[in-house]
Structure formats: C-alpha cells, structure tokens
C-alpha cells in the first residue's frame, strides 16, 4: 500500500494538470480576435464624433471656389471641433457635415499655424464628442488607429501601431513643431484633422501630415500639445508667443571663435534684419550680431531659439548672450508678441 502522503500528491498534481488542460493560452486566432475587437470598438467610439469639412477659398478676383476637403473631430457637446490649420486657413466659407448627414456652416474660432492646429464651431443639437487622452504615456508599438475623410471617403478607419516618438515636423511657418507622433496607420489626403485615437478610443494626436512617397510613415500632433493650444484657440483666437523683432539664419562658427570662449556648440544664429521699434532694437541689437545664448542656454540654430520664445517670455526681462566684431556681450531685453504687446 501507498504511503498516504503520496496519495495526497497524485491527487493534487492529477488536479493540476486536469486545471492546466481546461485553462489553455489562447490561439491565434483569438488573439486576432481580441484585436479586432478592440479596433471595431474604438471605432466606433470616436466614429460619430468624426466630421467632414469643406472648404471654399476666395480667388484674387473675388469669387470663391472649393478649396479641398478635411477632417476633424468634436471635443466638446455644444460643437466646437478641432481640425488642422493647413485645412482651414484662408477659407472663405467652411461646410461641416456629419456622419449621419447632417450638415451645416461652421465658424473658424482660431488657428495656430505653428502647430498646424485649429479650431471651428457649428451649431447642431445632439452631439457627440470624443474623449481626449494623453500623449505623456504613449509607448512605440501600441495601437494607433486613425479615423478620417481620405478623399472624400467619409469615416474611414485604419489601424497599425504608434512606429516612433519625439519626432520633429516643420510647419508652414517655418518653425518645428516637436514630440510628434509617428504611425503606420494608413493616412491619406483628407485624413488631415481626424483624430489618432488608442485602443480605448481616446484621442492621442491630430493627423496632420504624411510622406507621400514612403509608405506607412505618417504624422500627427500629440493631443497633449493640441489640449495647450486648443485652449488659447478658444479663449484668443489665436496662441500668443514670444519675439524679438529678428530675422536670422543659422551658421558655423569658427573653430577660434568657439574654443577662445569656450562655446557650447559651434553653430550660431546670424542676425540678418532687425525690426525699427522691436525689442532687439531697443536693446541695441545689430545686423550682423551672432546669437549664441538665451538666458544662458545655448544657441545653435534658429529652432533653439523659438523652442525658448514661449508664451511665459512675454514681458519678461531675458538675456541674450551675442558676438560682436569676436567680442562675446551680454544683453537684457523684454519680449514682447508678435503683435507689440508686452502683456
């Protein structure tokens, strides 16, 4: 006869494996399933919330003819819809229409060129909006999925994986915007303005651009980027920012130049004009004048400098570190917007 602890042991591993044999890893194709699942949910979350836009543009000679198509999304219940400024900008007249065919007129608020984002109202009952996530967490290969108007085709879906982070995009301004988003989620012309949105059907970045000739490299603003515009957009019309009154150019700098003051990069921006009346006037600033600090934080290229003109240097007292003639000077001065106002 069996030792009794022995019998105990038979009996526990028997129920173990009879355990295992029931609660068994998922296949394949329920993992597919579970995908597929999670991307047709999240569509059609954020689907409804998603809108076409029309656009009619002025020629010189005054009549309007259409302008192009894009998307958008609504963040808010009583119709205030965030979309790309590249979609908007310059538009006589903007036409919203819904994915269950309403449509109406819709008001621009405000844009923001910089970012390429902007924000229109229309007014229409029983709205329904999306939930805007954060961008703060996002992790190289998790779900993205994109929802848009690519030519025309109203409330297309397509789904791939979040490919990089930190990416840098230059706007039609000129200047970059940072933190993009890259995806492989198929984007085309007219995707421009819908939303990227998480397997939970949060929002997480704007579309906004793609490389037409690569494939499955596309671009959208983080939403936490378009949550700090947005709400200047709304209140402004407009996202003030810093400025000096210069026009620049980047440069090299001469190795001599860079060890005799012991300079963290070996690049500059070069003053080439200077503005009559502007804050780098009243400081004293010159053609010609090499920028090679802020507030002690080195300059190398145009793009460091506007990455420090943000909204919180307005009326405040910087210091720009220069070179004049070899002679590396020190200068205070008060940035004002782009409009003149210190305040």
Known sequence: MKPRFELVFNDVAADVAARSSVVSAPSDADLLDIYSRAVSDAAAKVGPSV??????QRTQGGRPFRGGSGSGFIFTPDGFILTNSHVVHD???????????RSCDATLIGEDPETDLAVIRIDIPDLVHVQL??????????VAIAVGNPYGFQCTVTAGIVSALGRSLRAQSGRLIDDIIQTDAALNP?????????????????NTAVILPAQGICFAVPIDTAKFVLGYLMRDGKIRRAHLGIAGQNIDLHRRLVRFH??????????ISVEHGSPAALAGLEDGDLIVAFNGTPIGVIDDLHRMLT??????????TF??????????????????RLA
């Open 51 to 56: 809108v076409k836009i029309d656009v009619q």
């Open 91 to 101: 538009a006589a007249r903007l036409s919203v229409t819904l994915t269950d065919g």
């Open 133 to 142: 996530g954060t961008s703060a967490n996002l992790r190289v290969g998790q």
């Open 190 to 206: 007219g995707n421009s303005g819908g939303p990227l949105v998480n397997s939970r059907g949060e929002v997480i970045g704007v």
């Open 262 to 271: 012991q300079l963290a990069k070996d690049t500059g921006v070069l003053i």
């Open 311 to 320: 909204v919180d240097k307005i009326g405040a007292k910087v210091k720009l």
């Open 323 to 340: 070179i004049r003639h070899a002679e590396k000077r020190d200068v205070e001065l008060v940035p004002c917007d782009s409009s003149g």
